[in-house]
């Protein structure tokens, strides 16, 4: 407990966020679900696994990031805060594949389709996912699981869970660098695509086991090798059709959001107050101006 502790305090000052600004706590208690027990030992086969795809992993995470820092300004690994189980904060680990300081000035904001802020070389990582392989660290340090739901930024899971009801739900395992949700659904667009992925992580978090995350791993390598499609999810008994009434639900009231962490832009630039007031309005708005990041 010291020691996740210490991790999660050199998050927030790496960050520049003062500390009691996000309470792990306040996230545990909004949980209401149960996790299967298969959670009780999974560490141990991520850990393993994480460890076996670092060997062929290595050198292509070097290669890459030498290609990112030859062809663009800034360093060639990006790192994130993310929200973890039961809401701890962690340092999330991505090859770069944007403009350096591309928030700088207009705060934390999604991903869009085309967006500008991508480099070409950014382009290519992403439609490979290859911006992803820095995250089999976050696997080994215990931060992140192979499969889970996506780890996401402090700012938004505090915008969703005033918006949705049970978000925190899915907060209840450690995050993934895939899972049923992200190979079934495209990138949010909307509050009902971020409800229809709730739907599936809340499948995952009930019903998890080793038999269904050995079919996600391998229905997600061939999807790397743009082996993907409907066919290959049922192949699997993966493919999982999301009921339209998952988005009837009634916005959970808003009075009561999750303690707000600023953003700070890049890490070490410190809180900037107008930053902080920007990201609000912009988060949505691009809730309908394309996917996540």
């Known amino acids: 407990m010291a020691k996740t502790e210490t991790t999660t305090e050199t998050t927030r000052q790496r960050c520049g966020c003062r500390v009691g600004e996000w309470q792990a706590a306040d996230v545990e208690r909004a949980i209401r679900i149960a996790p299967s027990s298969y959670f009780r030992w999974k560490r141990a086969v991520d850990g393993i696994l994480a ?19 030859l062809t ?25 594949s944007m403009a350096a300081n591309a928030e700088a000035g207009t705060g934390a904001v999604w991903a869009k389709k085309r967006d500008p802020r991508v480099t070409l070389i950014g382009r290519i990582l992403r439609a490979l996912h290859l911006d992803e392989l820095p995250q089999l660290f976050n696997v080994l340090q215990g931060d ?16 969703l869970s005033a918006k949705i009801p049970g978000y925190c739900d899915r907060l209840a395992v450690p995050p993934g660098i895939t899972g049923l949700a992200q190979l079934n659904l495209p990138p949010d667009t909307d509050l009902n695509s971020v409800r229809r992925k709730l739907f599936l992580d809340l499948e995952y978090v009930a019903h998890g086991g080793l038999f269904l995350e050995l079919r996600l791993l391998a229905c997600t390598f061939l999807r790397a090798m743009k082996i993907h499609g409907p066919l290959v999810l049922r192949l699997f008994c ?7 009434s998952v988005c009837e639900v009634a916005e959970a009231t808003p009075s009561s959001p999750l303690p707000f962490v600023a953003w700070t832009g890049e890490p070490g630039q410190g809180d900037r107050s107008e930053d902080r007031a920007g990201a609000i309005g912009l988060m949505a708005g691009a809730m309908t101006a394309g996917g996540r990041t």
């Open 51 to 69: 460890a076996i795809a670092l060997i062929p992993a290595l050198p292509l995470i070097g290669l890459l990031v030498l290609l990112v820092r």
């Open 72 to 96: 663009s300004r800034g360093p060639g690994i990006y790192r994130q805060v993310r929200v973890g189980k039961q809401g701890r904060l962690f340092t999330m680990y991505k090859i770069r």
């Open 144 to 159: 992140m699981s192979l499969v889970g739901p996506r780890p996401e930024r402090p700012e938004f899971v505090r915008m």
């Open 238 to 244: 993966l493919h999982r059709e999301v009921p339209d």
